[in-house]
């Protein structure tokens, strides 16, 4: 059983699974930037292995935390209001 564990473990580190950490967390250079501008810096930074979401004003997200996720929420003009970060 524990050598089952440790193999699902492996094979997900090989595939860039949940627990590889991305070296960035946060981009606080990116507020103020249009989404578009910010999604393509996040990516060239972190790569494919993350999921940029762009959030509109006053849309209900869930709470929970997801290392391979960054969400960009943009104001009524499509500009990054808060920091972007991971999670």
Same mark, same amino acid.
């Given at each position: ?5 440790? +193999?699902? @473990?492996d094979?997900? =580190? *090989? &595939?860039?699974?949940?627990? /590889?950490? #991305? +070296? +960035?967390? &946060?981009?606080? $250079?990116? /507020?103020? %930037? &249009?989404? $578009?501008?910010?999604?393509? +810096?996040?990516? $060239? $930074? @972190?790569?494919? %292995?993350?999921?940029? *979401?762009?959030? #509109? #004003?006053? &849309? ?6 997801? *290392?391979?996720? /960054?969400?960009?929420?943009? =104001?009524? %003009?499509?500009?990054?209001a808060?920091? #972007?970060?991971?999670?």
């Amino acid at each position: 059983m524990a050598e089952e564990h440790q +193999k699902a @473990i492996d094979s997900q =580190d *090989q &595939t860039g699974g949940a627990n /590889v950490a #991305p +070296k +960035k967390m &946060t981009w606080p $250079e990116l /507020v103020g %930037s &249009t989404a $578009e501008a910010a999604e393509k +810096k996040i990516n $060239e $930074e @972190i790569g494919d %292995s993350i999921r940029v *979401q762009v959030v #509109p #004003p006053n &849309t209900f997200v869930t709470m929970d935390y997801n *290392q391979r996720r /960054v969400r960009l929420y943009v =104001d009524s %003009s499509g500009n990054v209001a808060r920091t #972007p970060r991971v999670g």
